[in-house]
């Protein structure tokens, strides 16, 4: 996919199930993802700044991105530019703004919402 043709972004929509709750809590239980995270707070970066800033090899990174943009943590966008004589495509990621607030009611309300959801497929 090129820089023109960039997929909608998706954006981080707040867990509706205990299986989205471990997914969310999984992704953001990884040291290194943390770090992309309070890198990205204090404004966008390419991945090459993210990579020498960080220290994380280019390949690692860019899992890592991949996996927070599907997740609605992390957006991209492409910008061109020019160097001298040449034009140039950078990735450009950003934060989204999101809240991950996990406590004994929520856990509770979405395992409810679990049980109800799996006795209405029983019914069918």
Request: net charge negative; charged share 30%; aromatic share 8%.
């Amino acid at each position: 996919m090129g820089p023109d043709e960039q997929e909608a972004p998706v954006e981080y929509k707040e867990p509706a199930s205990l299986d989205e709750l471990a997914s969310i809590l999984s992704l953001l239980g990884n040291v290194t993802r943390l770090r992309v995270i309070a890198a990205l707070k204090e404004g966008k970066m390419f991945i090459q700044e993210l990579s020498q800033s960080l220290g994380v090899s280019y390949p690692l990174l860019h899992l890592h991105l991949k996996n927070l943009e599907s997740n609605g943590i992390v957006r991209s966008e492409y910008s061109v530019g020019t160097d001298k004589a040449r034009r140039y495509v950078k990735r450009y990621f950003e934060l989204v703004d999101f809240n991950v607030g996990v406590d004994a009611n929520y856990i509770a309300k979405l395992a409810k919402r679990n049980e109800t959801d799996a006795d209405n497929f029983k019914e069918k």
